[in-house]
Nanobody, 115 residues
Framework: QVQLVESGGGLVQAGGSLRLSCAASVSVFSIRGMAWYRQAPGKQRERVASISSGGNTNYADSVKGRFTISRDNAKNTVYLQMNSLKDEDTAVYLC?????????WGQGTQVTVSS
């Protein structure tokens, strides 16, 4: 059973930065694409960034130029560096595969941006 554990969220002022981490308990992590998603109250889950096994990245227009996804295959971990945070970035952030079938979702990590 794959387990995903997200961490690094918190309360930050608008314009600030946070770095999220996602640790995966899967031995084949290094050959899988990974993605970060977010879900705000009353809104659908949105994929904000993805990274292929080879390191190619993709971003939602809403975060392009502000967020950076990266991975450390030796640690089975994917990161999301978030800069210039805005109120609208407030959400629970989760990680998973960039496409279905998804692994079981973790608890996510709450990011709250205050203005």
């Amino acid at each position: 059973q794959v387990q995903l554990v997200e961490s690094g969220g918190g309360l930050v002022q608008a314009g600030g930065s946070l770095r999220l981490s996602c640790a995966a308990s899967v031995s084949v992590f290094s050959i899988r694409g990974m993605a970060w998603y977010r879900q705000a109250p009353g809104k659908q889950r949105e994929r904000v960034a993805s990274i292929s096994s080879g390191g190619n990245t993709n971003y939602a227009d809403s975060v392009k130029g502000r967020f950076t996804i990266s991975r450390d295959n030796a640690k089975n971990t994917v990161y999301l560096q978030m800069n210039s945070l805005k109120d609208e970035d407030t959400a629970v952030y989760l990680c998973n595969r960039p496409y279905e079938p998804f692994w079981p979702w973790g608890q996510g990590t709450q990011v709250t941006v205050s203005s």
